[in-house]
């Protein structure tokens, strides 16, 4: 699975920003997908996932309410919407695949499988 992640970039706090994910290489009708984030000095970490149908959405505590993760499985899509974004929300944010939401979710399944190469998102104060 090849992931391609846009939509990065720099906004002040409270806006809003759209980031989207193109996959190709795989039948996405059963591949899960998810954002993960990584901060400056920080591991990365969960933002959110949905599985395969669109019918699973899982969000880090972090971001529950403000962000929402869908896709669009004709078109090899995934996106995030962040609304009302904070500071502590600047990282670079990758776009992931697997065939196990669990592994995506959770970091005691072990990493997703597939990792795009990741977007800047910069939240100023």
């Known amino acids: 699975v090849q992931l391609q992640a846009s939509g990065g970039g720099l906004v002040q706090a409270g806006d809003s920003m759209t980031l989207t994910c193109a996959a190709s290489?795989?039948?996405?009708?059963?591949?899960?997908m998810g954002w993960f984030r990584q901060a400056p000095g920080e591991e990365r970490e969960f933002v959110a996932a949905?599985?395969?149908?669109?019918?699973?959405?899982l969000y880090a505590d972090s971001v529950k309410g403000r962000f929402a993760i869908s896709r669009d499985t004709a078109k090899q899509l995934v996106t995030l919407q962040m609304n009302s974004l904070k500071p502590e929300d600047t990282a670079v944010y990758y776009c992931v695949a697997d065939s196990e939401l669990a592994r995506i979710r959770y970091t005691e399944y072990g990493p997703p499988a597939y990792w795009g190469q990741g977007t800047q998102v910069t939240v100023s104060s």
């Open positions: 290489g795989r039948d996405l009708r059963t591949t899960d």
């Open positions: 949905v599985n395969w149908s669109g019918g699973t959405r």
